[in-house]
């Protein structure tokens, strides 16, 4: 059943957020039956063609006992690669008590073992990802985020790096932001030889546990981070327009993480798709993603250590030729591996494999 010729279809999902508009939302499942004219039900009460699950699902629900509707995985986040025994078994209690997942307790990591084998087919983001899933479902599939939303910015000339004050940018979700945490050094000693801001594109607060509860300040966690130079930082609240106007005020990008910790390590490549796309050149830490994606389009953009960091902030902000053709090279690549019609087809294809 090729895609030109699936029928509609009433997609029965359980989403990431109430209202359906979270990024992990809005820019995958939402994507695509948008596209492509399909109904999305969040009320699995309803009669439905398929279902596709969240990692907010109740994984033991009886809405995935119904062998007769075919159940698919998007699995964005490395779930199966816990940071230890008892953060994995801590998260699996909390979604106990807090009711997000009946049945017995055990370590999130095995809710999310379980769920995969029991699923017609999993998707994931990144193949990295990919690798730790098929052990437990080989009808598996990598699929990136679509940034549709986030407009594609021509590269700017050199003009822009003229001024004497540069700005960084940053960009993404609260829990990530600790990454910056761990080049806290480099951007201390950037600060004694450049002026520079540093913009934050994130929200205002977020959630400590389960990203649901205590709330606190982003503002007041950057400032602990980076407490040597928090003159420096200048947050602003996420949505796609304060993001491409703040890209346009920047002169590059940064995406620092921390690669002891799975979750973040084993993350895929959007981030940086989304700086090429906003015509900014970028650095990141040596993730297998970045290390990947950085091989693939020919850019120096992976950094390996904090010196490499350092060297690599100073070429982007003195030699704005390198920095303009980086950027050339990176938005070549989203073309010719990230368009639209790229992402829809993969789509097509994961519908298609569980309703053959």
Known sequence: MGAKFMSKLKIG????????????????????????????ETNLDKKVDLIIASENSDFNSHYFSRFEIPVIFDLIDAYLSPLNISDDLGR???????RQITGEIKPYSHHVRDFCIRANAV?????????????????????LDSHKEISFVEPRNDKRFSRNESRILWEGQPATIRGVKNIAPVLTQLAKEKK??????????????LNRYFSKSTQTLLKRDLHQIEE???LTPWTSNNLVECAKRSDMAMIPIDLSVP???LKPENRLLIMWRLGLPCLTSASPAYVRVASQAGVSTACHSNHEWLANFNRYLE???FAHREVLLGQNYLR?????ATLLKKWDSVIESVME
């Open 13 to 40: 999902y359980w989403p990431l957020s109430k209202n359906v508009n979270s990024p992990g939302d809005r820019r995958r499942l939402i994507f695509w039956a948008n596209a492509r004219g399909h109904k999305v």
């Open 196 to 209: 520079f801001t540093l913009d934050f594109v994130t929200d205002e607060n977020y959630y400590k546990y």
């Open 263 to 265: 979750m973040q390590s």
């Open 232 to 234: 420096r930082i200048k």
């Open 92 to 98: 699996g209690l909390a979604k106990k008590v807090t």
């Open 336 to 340: 010719e591996n990230h368009s639209e």
């Open 123 to 143: 998707i994931c983001s990144s193949i990295e990802q990919q690798a730790l899933i098929e052990p437990y479902n080989k009808n598996s599939h990598v699929i």
């Open 319 to 321: 030699d704005p030729g």
